[in-house]
Nanobody, 125 residues
Framework: QLHLVESGGSLVQPGGSLRLSCVAS????????VKWFRQAPGKEREGVSC????????YHSESAKGRFTISRDSPENTVYLQMNNLKPEDTAVYYC??????????????????WGQGTQVTVSS
């Protein structure tokens, strides 16, 4: 049973940076697509960035391109989301999720069967 734990969320000023971590236990992520989602109050959960853990191929939403970087540490079985130039509209609970397969075939939250508990990111002055 794959268990995911996120950390790194915080209150940060606009223009600031944060790095979120998603640590997996119970199984290796080697065959998984790992995706960061976020959910703001009153809004649907949306995908942010996805990575193939096996080779590091990554994908980003339009809102994340140029500002966010997703990466992984294979020995640590961990995925990171580096977020730069944060904006108030990035405020949300951020979740990592994992599923066997490819990012481009797993777009919806319904495609993912392992989830972390979420970490709060608040961007405000």
């Amino acid at each position: 049973q794959l268990h995911l734990v996120e950390s790194g969320g915080s209150l940060v000023q606009p223009g600031g940076s944060l790095r979120l971590s998603c640590v997996a236990s119970g199984d290796r992520l080697d065959l998984h697509a790992v995706k960061w989602f976020r959910q703001a109050p009153g809004k649907e959960r949306e995908g942010v960035s996805c990575i193939h853990f096996s080779d590091g191929t990554s994908y980003h939403s339009e809102s994340a391109k140029g500002r966010f970087t997703i990466s992984r540490d294979s020995p640590e079985n961990t995925v990171y989301l580096q977020m730069n130039n944060l904006k108030p509209e990035d405020t949300a609970v951020y979740y990592c999720a994992a599923a066997y397969g490819l990012c481009r075939k797993k777009n919806s939250p319904r495609d993912y069967d392992s989830w972390g508990q979420g970490t709060q990111v608040t961007v405000s002055s």
